[in-house]
């Protein structure tokens, strides 16, 4: 049988081109989802987010599933995590941000400075974890911080932003990592003068 959801496919291979495009993780790093009903539609482990098909996603339930969960990102639990908690919630990323990263281990949330990060996300919360990738901890406590803040970032690894959409999602997620650079070029430009 055919892979369901093409359009939704299509839509999370052009958002995860723009991420990897625009800087916001690494070649193999970071994993988008969507939510179709019952279904969550996810990157499949190990194809890289900037150079999808719409045949590198894996279809699985809400509920945890053996045989469909086994070649989804290993992110799948969290993913899985914040649709169950946050019914409103349509679409997720995540990405190894450079410069979010770096602000994730410098403050215990990231309050921008700019106008726009203050606009758009407010204060977003660093959630320290013992274990931060594919971690049952982050899948345990990321929901919580996501129900007020479009974003929330495990430190040292990188942010998860939800949205409606995956181009809302794409949104916090580009937003953060601006507000994250502006941050660090004031504080840098700051110690100079
Ligand atoms: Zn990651």
Known sequence: MPLPFFKERLELV??????FEAGLTDSHGGN????CGNYIVIKKSGKMLGYLTP?????TTLEENEE??????????????IYRELPEVKAILHAHSPYTVACSLLFDSIVPIDSEGKLLLGEVPVLSAQEVVSSDEVAK???????????????SHG???????PEEALKYLSALENSCKILS?????????
């Open 14 to 19: 052009k958002i995860g081109r723009i991420v």
């Open 55 to 59: 045949e590198d996603f894996v279809v």
């Open 32 to 35: 988008i989802s969507i939510r």
């Open 68 to 81: 469909l969960d086994r070649f989804a990102s290993i992110e799948l639990k969290v993913h899985r995590a």
């Open 159 to 165: 942010p998860f932003t939800i949205g409606r959409t």
């Open 185 to 193: 070029i004031f504080r840098a430009l700051n110690k100079r003068s």
């Open 141 to 155: 406590k990321i929901p919580e911080l996501l129900k007020t803040s479009p974003a929330a970032i495990i430190k």
